[in-house]
């Protein structure tokens, strides 16, 4: 009885102390949150101006930025006189197809003065992917980096680089 008691009591101590040292943050996974207003804007680039449609004003369009498990949330409005959808280039719909973005594929297409959530998770990837509109040729101008980080203390499989930089190639 006294040796099952200091068992049980030596397991609840250790435990304890597993769960006291293991950084929480390691464990956790979060839900972000990001908006895309499709809007149109003047860009210039070599001294030539043109309206474009773009993600909140920016050409390329805003970084996401997520670490692997974590929840993306991101509300796509549609303010311009085309259809819009999104597409998550490289990411794995697990059970949430209808999250992927191909327009008249997995949903109809985001109509304008109307907005849809995309809302997926991401499982067991991680590196630089990137995420374009998927519909017509708005894809020309609405695309931006998609940014899968490790868990909190997992490093890449590499040694870890002096500094990352993305880079798109657009046109
Ligand atoms: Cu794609």
Known sequence: ??????????????????????PQQALASITRHYKFDIQLQNVTRLCHTKSIVTVNGQFPGPQIVAREGDQLLIKVVNHIQNNISIHWHGIRQLRTGWADGPAYITQCPIQTGNSYVYNFTIVGQRGTLWWHAHISWLRSTIYGPLIILPKHGVPYPFTKPYKEVPIIFGK
Do not use: E, K, N, P
């Open 1 to 22: 009885m006294g040796v099952l008691l200091f068992s049980l009591l030596r397991l609840l101590v250790l435990s304890f102390i597993t769960l006291a040292l293991t």
